[in-house]
């Protein structure tokens, strides 16, 4: 019959027309909000049109999305809290097709010898393609691809030109964004701690435990170590020992941890207050 293939057509059209309004009942606005939702979304069964009301709606992304590179940072080990797991090798560099990655290799300010840290690490993102290649190179799992894709910006120059400060995360957000990924790696790499750290167990004859969901997540984060340190901050000092004379007044401790040296003499493990001062200055510019 003639004009049978565009009544087909308009059916169809017709039916996904109707369907959203049935999806939309049966999830009752809670579409694109959740995994689950939003892998029926994804998958053969799911029915209606696919317009995203985009602000006010944003679908979830997958776990093996990528947007542009960041860098890992320690925030497990109390020894190498907040330090960059990149050696500053250089693959990343040369592997990546567009050139938009700048490493400046660090140097000990004694010796002046090369060390295995970025002094200073620039990737422009406006030139960055997102092909992933950095991540996968990367032989020391120190460069990931992120999720956040909101990073429009009014400045045509620097903003987004990301340095250091800027594409530093913590580990403990890779695991959020892609746990499946981090355990995989963590599997290949013998440990959740850095490969280096890994090493230098084995050395001393121990050996790291074996990565499993259950100890994906440690008992402190940095971020739980600041939070302590901040609580401390905000403890009352201690009153100090009455000193011999009855009318002397009473000495109080010093208010502050970092004025005052640590039990014993020894020096603490990390400076908490310049940890918690990077901690809020990266959520600044996040
Ligand atoms: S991110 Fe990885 S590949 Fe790039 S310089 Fe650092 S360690 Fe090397
Ligand atoms: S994702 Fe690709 S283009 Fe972007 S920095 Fe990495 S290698 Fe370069």
């Known amino acids: 019959m003639y004009g049978k293939g565009i009544a087909n057509g308009l059916w169809v059209t017709f039916k996904h027309f109707f369907n959203t309004y049935i999806d939309d ?4 606005g809670r579409k694109y909000v959740n995994k689950e939702n939003f892998q029926v979304r994804q998958g053969l069964k799911t029915q209606g ?37 990149c050696t500053s090798c250089g693959i990343c560099a040369k592997v990546c097709p567009p050139q938009c990655i700048w490493i400046v290799r660090g140097s000990d300010p004694v010796t002046g010898r090369p060390v295995p840290q970025p002094e200073a690490f620039f990737i422009d993102i406006d030139i960055c393609m997102n092909c992933g290649f950095c991540a996968e190179f990367c032989p020391f799992d120190a460069i990931k691809m992120d999720h956040d894709y909101e990073m429009a910006s009014y400045d045509r120059t620097g903003y987004h030109i990301h340095d250091k400060q800027k594409l530093s995360k913590p580990l403990s957000y890779w695991k959020t ?10 599997v290949d790499r013998g440990g959740w701690e850095h490969s280096d750290n890994i090493k230098a167990m084995k050395k001393a004859g121990k050996t790291a435990a074996a990565p499993t969901k259950e100890n994906m ?3 402190r984060t940095l971020l739980q170590l600041a939070e302590e340190a ?44 310049a940890m918690l001062a990077k901690i809020r200055e990266k959520k600044a510019n996040k």
């Open 49 to 85: 049109a696919f317009t995203v009301q985009y602000p006010d709606e944003k679908i979830a992304v997958p776990e093996r999305f990528r947007f542009t590179p960041f860098l890992i940072t320690e925030d497990q080990d109390p020894a190498h809290m907040g330090e960059d797991w």
């Open 25 to 28: 009942i049966r999830y009752a």
């Open 177 to 186: 964004i892609a746990p499946t990924t981090a355990l995989e790696e963590a």
């Open 217 to 219: 997540w440690p008992s």
């Open 230 to 273: 901040a609580a401390e901050q905000e403890t009352p000092a201690p009153v100090a020992e009455a000193p011999a004379t009855a009318s002397a007044p009473k000495a109080t401790a010093p208010a502050s941890t970092e004025a005052a040296p640590a039990a014993g003499g020894a020096k603490p493990k990390f400076d908490k207050q």
